[in-house]
């Protein structure tokens, strides 16, 4: 499962032991808008979750057990042993009983030239509500979102699949609220979902959805679920979804003849995780990397999908491959259609030679763009795959500033 510390609509500032000082603000935890709806009209589970912040704030580390098994490091990060309904340091809260909500500042390095937020930034977020989910379900070991169960086991979680549909891109200094939940997925596997809504506006700006399983951290191979893991993890299930998809596209695999290629990619120390392999989400740098220019000047990304097959270690050099899906486009679909076929404006035929000499079925075809990539390690005998991906692009919209 998946620091920032992020600015919201308000501001919580928590006492220590030392201080019996009680900021007023930390009262207004109820505040906090739900769905684009007040909390406090909403439902009277916010007086309750407004009343255990006090209690939370005090706990800092004399809640911490101290006995020998406690580290400096954990006392420092403050794990919790048991559940939390609100965390006023991250500014979120547990929502229908199991679920997690995290209200963000989009910042400035989160943005580009544009002033929307870049997709890795939003990978980053979705990675960082979900640590922070675990965190709170008091589950939460040393490892990167290990449970208690996963570190006796010396299991890690690794991310099979990962599908991310972009409606809107957040802009700089918009407030937004992050929704993450978990939910199983077949025998051995998690999913794991996210909804990011506009605070202001109350829309859906972005969905994900992923699959986990779970990598012995020795032998790196994949594990079975134990039943004590499952046991922890199982209560915390929701049968929801962001993305329904039935029956997920299979991406098919690129070969040395792709139109695109970007060679000799080597990963970064910053690059490496916790776990000590390339973080997932540097994976999409990577992949963009041999997108040409046009498209990143006159498209945005608005839909990726990744499966990830193997691991990519700080020694490994990639070579990033790109193709162009020619035969996918608005008018085509999968569908054969004749361009004498194509009628406009309430059964208005219009000529093949109009349509060809103003350039509409271009626009047409170029309105929405799709790639598949491939990031494979270079030198190895079969030039072993580290992960497929999908990406659809969509024409640039002005972006249009909330009214005031």
């Not at 919201?8 to 032991?17: E, K």
Request: glycine share 6%; aromatic share 6%.
């Amino acid at each position: 499962m998946a620091a920032f510390s992020y600015p919201a609509s308000y501001v919580i500032r928590c006492s220590s032991n030392r201080d019996n000082y009680q900021d007023p603000n930390v009262q207004k935890l109820n505040n906090i808008n739900i769905n684009g709806i007040s909390s406090q009209r909403s439902s009277s589970k916010a007086d309750i979750l407004s009343q255990k912040v006090g209690a939370l704030a005090n706990s800092s580390v004399a809640s911490v057990p101290k006995n020998e098994s406690v580290t400096t490091e954990r006392t420092r990060q403050n794990i919790p042993t048991k559940k939390q309904l609100v965390d006023p340091f991250r500014q979120g809260l547990i929502i229908e009983g199991v679920g997690y909500r995290q209200i963000v500042v989009i910042r400035s390095y989160e943005v580009g030239p544009d002033k929307t937020v870049t997709l890795e930034s939003i990978l980053n977020l979705l990675q960082e509500t979900a640590l922070n989910h675990v965190w709170m379900s008091g589950l939460l070991s040393d490892g990167f979102g290990a449970t208690h169960g996963m570190m006796r086991n010396n299991l890690i979680w690794v991310v099979t699949r990962m599908q991310v549909q972009v409606d809107q891109y957040p802009i700089w200094g918009e407030i937004v609220e992050i929704d993450t939940w978990v939910g199983t997925s077949g025998k051995n596997g998690m999913r794991r979902d996210w909804l990011i809504r506009s605070q202001v506006t109350g829309h859906i700006l972005a969905r994900g959805t992923s699959t986990w399983v779970m990598m012995n951290r020795k032998t790196r191979r994949l594990s079975k679920m134990p039943e004590e893991v499952r046991a922890e993890i199982s209560p915390w299930f929701i049968e929801k979804q962001a993305i329904k998809e039935d029956v997920p596209q299979k991406i098919v695999k690129l070969d040395n003849k792709a139109k695109y290629m970007n060679t000799d990619l080597k990963p970064k120390r910053s690059d490496l995780d916790m776990n000590h392999h390339v973080n997932n989400v540097k994976y999409l740098r990577w992949m963009l990397e041999a997108i040409p220019d046009l498209t990143l000047e006159s498209h945005q990304l608005s839909e990726i999908t990744l499966e990830y097959r193997r691991e990519c270690g700080s020694s490994d050099i990639v070579q990033s491959l790109c193709q162009p899906d020619e035969d996918w486009g608005i008018l085509s679909n999968g569908v054969n259609q004749d361009i004498s076929d194509v009628t406009l404006l309430n059964g208005f035929s219009l000529a093949n030679e109009f349509i060809k000499s103003n350039g509409l079925l271009g626009s047409f075809e170029k309105g929405t763009l799709r790639y598949t990539h491939l990031l494979q390690i270079k030198g190895e005998p079969k030039n072993e795959e580290i992960v497929r991906g999908r990406t659809t692009w969509k024409k640039k919209l002005p972006i249009m500033p909330f009214s005031t």
